[in-house]
């Protein structure tokens, strides 16, 4: 079904163009960089609605000789500038009479740079400017055939501005303000009416995809979740914003680096939002949402139940193997791991550091095989032979256990010394591997540690300052968000905290460290617990981790992870992969 044109409210809209105060700048200087380089002019105009309300300009004593090729470029010399007043008399003024605006300058970082460079040299406080830049707003606008560049001298002739630009402040910024108008009319004839919009537009957004625009009606400008459905009411794409509204607006209006989301907008018949008290609250309730409808264009997220586990098998002879799920059979769990490759690996670092049987048979004292390789090598003490008893195994057994729930240095110091004997021989990738096989186990243990620690607690209720003021309010139960809430600004706290406790979820515990929640949605709430400002309302229940557990190693993964993308920078090639680029209208 076709959606029906809507007339957007003001509210919608933001801020709209022609009620914004814009004040187009323009420097001259003795060179590029603000570091070494001095303001010899600065010219603007202030213009609104399209209408000039004023101009600025004066000549700045640089206090230092003007290059030769700057003196011919602008025709400033050292003569003229010699009685002009310097920068320090000549920037408060600026700054007070441009105050409320937004600055727009063509090729805004050098001016704006100048400016702001000059301003923290003074010790002036910088206004909270918004700013436009024309050039990078022309090449979002125009065609090469229109434009094969965009320098001012060029865009003035394009939209026959009254003032030639000729490298004199006052001229450039004149010249600037009629560009900036001739851009703002074609961009108004694609759908951009308000500033919001102004700062997301980009040209590689289709006409399909700007005409869509009334799906964000009515949607909530706070936190939540926002759900892209197709005419069959079916979930597209699921996502979070601590701005539904303006959010969603955004893929009508703004540049999508994501190849599919486009054809997502295309497809999309209505979109739907779920308000949340704060963001944390939000991100959860996006997992959730992703797990359980699995929308065809959210990339992470939607097979949560695929997780794996390396785990410690309970049986005479225990050994590793890597498990879809946690069972109540006695044996000893590791992860979640989100590849196969990656519990390879940590099963790999393990084998490395403690001699178990790596064979996949069941062992009991009655039946005997052969052995096989590694026996002879030293690395497993053959209880296949039917020479080693349960109870001579035991200790092998324990030693992995102990790696696995608790202390992982052993496996650490196994992996350093055959790292530094490799490093000695010159085998440097060799030690690599050893070094990436040590992380992998050391960083989910490390996570597995912090999950069984805050899913022990039968419930923890924290909060931490909103960002609008008053508190953000949650309540976990056995690593579940069973509840959340924010407080006003000035209200008092524990009423709300009280109502929040008695209608929040109830949760039981279970099997596992993610029994009751995704990890991760527990990965969300720790990390909103880490935090600035978070604070511990009550808890009930023991939350720590080991003494000597894997969190201690944060510093030598760091360092690891480190080496590794030193060692390989091109592994990720997320950033690299071409932008889709619709063609133009005509």
Same mark, same amino acid.
């Given at each position: 079904m076709a959606g029906r044109a809507v007339q957007a409210t003001f509210d919608e809209?933001?801020?709209?163009?022609?009620?914004?105060?814009?004040?187009?700048?323009?420097?001259?200087?003795?060179?590029?960089?603000?570091t070494s380089c001095a303001i010899t002019e600065?010219?603007?105009?202030?213009?609104?609605?399209?209408?000039?309300?004023?101009?600025?300009?004066?000549?700045?004593n640089p206090r230092m000789d003007i290059p030769p090729f700057i003196a011919v470029l602008t025709g400033i010399t050292d003569a003229m500038v010699a009685a002009a007043p310097p920068i320090d008399a000549v920037l408060p003024s600026f700054l007070e009479w441009a105050g409320g605006s937004v600055l727009v300058a063509h090729n805004a970082p050098f001016?704006?740079?100048?400016?702001?460079?000059?301003? +923290?040299?003074?010790?002036?406080?910088?206004?909270d400017f918004s700013s436009v830049d024309t050039a990078r707003l022309a090449r979002r606008v125009l065609t090469r055939d229109e434009?094969?560049?965009?320098?001012?001298? $060029?865009?003035?002739?394009?939209?026959?501005?009254t003032t030639t630009p000729c490298h004199r402040a006052l001229a450039d910024a004149q010249a600037t303000a009629d560009v900036l108008h001739g851009l703002l009319e074609r961009l108004g004839n694609l759908g951009v009416q308000s500033m919001e919009e102004l700062h997301t537009f980009s040209g590689l957004v289709t006409a399909a995809q700007r005409r869509k625009r009334y799906l964000a009606e009515g949607l909530p400008e706070g936190p939540g979740v926002y759900i892209f459905r197709d005419m069959r009411d079916r979930p597209l794409y699921i996502g979070v914003s601590r701005n539904v509204k303006a959010r969603v607006r955004q893929y009508f209006v703004a540049s999508e680096?994501? $190849?599919?989301?486009?054809?997502?907008?295309?497809?999309?018949?209505?979109?739907?939002?779920?308000?949340?008290?704060?963001?944390?609250?939000?991100?959860?309730?996006?997992? @959730?949402?992703i797990a359980e409808h699995k929308p065809r264009y959210n990339r992470r997220s939607r097979f949560p139940e695929k997780a794996l586990w390396v785990k410690l098998t309970s049986e005479p002879y225990p050994r590793l193997a890597?498990?879809?799920?946690?069972?109540?059979?006695?044996?000893?769990?590791?992860?979640?791991?989100?590849?196969?490759? +990656?519990?390879?690996?940590?099963?790999?670092?393990?084998?490395?550091?403690?001699?178990?049987?790596?064979?996949?048979?069941?062992?009991?004292?009655?039946?005997?095989?052969?052995?096989?390789?590694?026996?002879?090598?030293?690395?497993?003490?053959?209880p296949c032979e039917g020479g080693v008893t349960p109870d001579d195994y035991a200790p092998v057994a324990d030693a992995a256990r102990a790696l696995l729930v608790g202390d992982p240095r052993p496996l650490l110091d196994a992996a350093r010394r055959r790292m530094a004997t490799l490093s000695a021989q010159e085998r440097y990738e060799e030690a690599a591997g050893f070094r990436d096989r040590a992380a992998a186990f050391v960083r989910t243990a490390a996570r597995m540690q912090r999950l069984a620690a805050l899913a022990s607690c039968s419930e923890l209720v924290a909060a931490r300052p909103g960002f609008a003021g008053g508190w953000d309010l949650v309540?976990?139960?056995?690593?579940?968000?069973?509840?959340?809430? @924010?407080?006003? +600004?000035?209200?008092?706290?524990?009423?709300?905290?009280?109502?929040?406790?008695?209608?929040?979820?109830?949760?039981?515990?279970?099997?596992?460290?993610?029994?009751?929640a995704s990890a991760e949605e527990m990965d969300c709430i720790l990390r909103w617990l880490d935090g600035p400002g978070a604070r511990l309302v009550s808890l009930t229940g023991t939350w720590s981790s080991p003494a000597y557990g894997a969190g201690g190693l944060q510093e030598w993964l760091a360092a690891a992870d480190a080496g590794r993308d030193a060692a390989r920078p091109f592994d990720d090639r997320r950033g690299l992969r071409p932008v889709h680029r619709p063609a133009r209208a005509v």
């Open positions: 809209l933001g801020t709209p163009l022609s009620q914004v105060t814009f004040v187009v700048v323009d420097l001259e200087t003795t060179g590029g960089s603000p600065i010219g603007a105009v202030k213009v609104c609605g399209g209408e000039v309300l004023g101009e600025f300009q004066t000549l700045v001016d704006v740079g100048f400016l702001r460079a000059n301003a +923290s040299a003074l010790s002036l406080p910088w206004p434009a094969p560049d965009c320098k001012l001298s $060029t865009l003035a002739r394009l939209f026959r501005t680096p994501r $190849t599919r989301m486009a054809e997502m907008v295309g497809i999309a018949e209505r979109v739907d939002a779920v308000s949340c008290a704060h963001p944390l609250e939000a991100e959860v309730r996006e997992l @959730r949402l890597v498990a879809r799920r946690l069972a109540d059979d006695g044996a000893v769990y590791l992860g979640p791991f989100g590849s196969a490759r +990656s519990a390879a690996a940590a099963m790999a670092a393990v084998h490395e550091a403690v001699p178990l049987r790596q064979c996949t048979q069941r062992l009991s004292t009655r039946r005997t095989s052969p052995t096989c390789v590694l026996a002879g090598m030293g690395r497993c003490p053959a309540v976990v139960r056995h690593g579940r968000m069973a509840g959340a809430a @924010r407080v006003p +600004s000035g209200a008092a706290p524990r009423p709300y905290v009280d109502a929040l406790v008695a209608t929040a979820e109830a949760v039981s515990a279970g099997l596992g460290p993610t029994a009751a």
